[in-house]
């Protein structure tokens, strides 16, 4: 079937509403310039009647954060019988609440740090500062405090002293209700892609990420100039085959279909952990995908295409079983 028409879904309501602009509108612009036609859409209660009544042939959300990535809009896309880009909805579920997919990824042998997951009521009703310090008595310092489930580094922190503990899980608990607190791997932190199209997933080439900072926070993300990223990473062929094996192996642990990216961190031994994965990739400039993409030789659009052709191919497979 020849492809004519694709939506592109960007924005939404998340706290990441601009990141998700600027990646649709990339993708978008790979996609005309692949000779498809694509009609850029919001999130919005015209969405649903607009595509019942012109379906496109395929649908590519690219929604960052909760709703986006939490299998919601994959699960209304399903329900409608649309064909789309990405992970199923219970696949984006498991991928976006970063202790769940600690636990699979761990299962599958892969390494991630030690870690602790709190409700904000837990601090409330055993007291915060006793649970903070049976946190300190049992991870240690330094500490990674995250939102459970949040992207884009929103209200993460490393904790490198005690007292800048409570501090760091305000800001956790701003972006959810929940906060995963976990051990601090120093180390090179790498983000790989993870591409799945006619010979299954492959890793595409690791990037190296170099913040500023030291700390890939939001800032570092999306600020120009903040970050350098180099591609392929500096790393000795045996840990980048690793770091490959490691991406992989989430992906296919966590059922997850067409494009990841895991983030992980090469500790000064060479080890190689796993932080969390993003089934929603960015794809804005600042973003490690399209530079991995470029890396690999291949072209943003002409990898679009596929996976379109790909979702259409699944949907119509779903169809003539449905029949």
């Known amino acids: 079937m020849a492809i004519e028409r694709v939506v592109v879904l960007a924005g939404g309501l998340s706290h990441e509403r601009d990141v998700s602009l600027r990646s649709g509108r990339r993708v978008a612009e790979a996609l005309r310039h692949a000779g498809i036609i694509v009609e850029e859409r919001d999130v919005d209660s015209a969405l649903v009647p607009d595509l019942l009544a012109d ?34 909805p219970d696949a984006c579920r498991a991928a976006f609440d970063k202790p769940v997919a600690k636990s699979v990824v761990r299962r599958a042998g892969i390494n991630t740090p030690d870690s602790v997951t709190l409700p904000h009521e837990t601090f409330r ?34 904790v490198r002293e005690r007292a800048e503990l409570p501090g760091a899980m305000v800001s956790a608990f701003a972006y959810g209700d929940t906060a995963l607190i976990e051990s601090f791997i120093e180390g090179v932190e790498v983000a790989v892609p993870v591409l799945a199209l006619e010979r299954g997933p492959a890793a595409l080439p690791a990037v190296e990420i170099r913040a500023d900072g030291g700390v890939y926070d939001y800032t570092a993300r999306y600020t120009a100039g903040s970050t350098e990223f180099v591609v392929p990473a500096e790393l000795s062929d045996e840990v980048a085959a690793e770091c490959a094996r490691v ?37 804005t400039e600042t973003s490690t995908v399209p530079l991995s993409l470029t890396a690999a030789g291949l072209d943003m659009g002409e990898v679009c295409v596929a996976l379109v052709e790909r979702a259409v191919d699944r949907g119509a497979s779903a169809g003539d079983a449905r029949a």
């Open 125 to 158: 009703e055993l007291g915060a500062g006793a649970v903070m310090d049976a946190m300190v008595s049992h991870l240690g310092l330094p500490l990674m405090v995250k939102p459970a489930k949040a992207g884009s580094a929103l209200g993460c922190s490393v």
């Open 247 to 283: 991406a992989v192996l989430a992906h296919e642990a966590l059922g997850l279909t067409d494009l990841s990216r895991s983030d992980l961190i090469v500790d000064r031994a060479g080890r190689v952990w796993f932080l969390e994965v993003n089934v929603a990739p960015g794809m």
């Open 55 to 88: 379906p496109p042939h395929c649908v590519l959300p690219v929604l960052h954060g909760d709703s986006g990535e939490d299998g919601a809009i994959r699960e209304v896309l399903s329900l409608l019988d649309v064909p789309y880009v990405g992970s199923t």
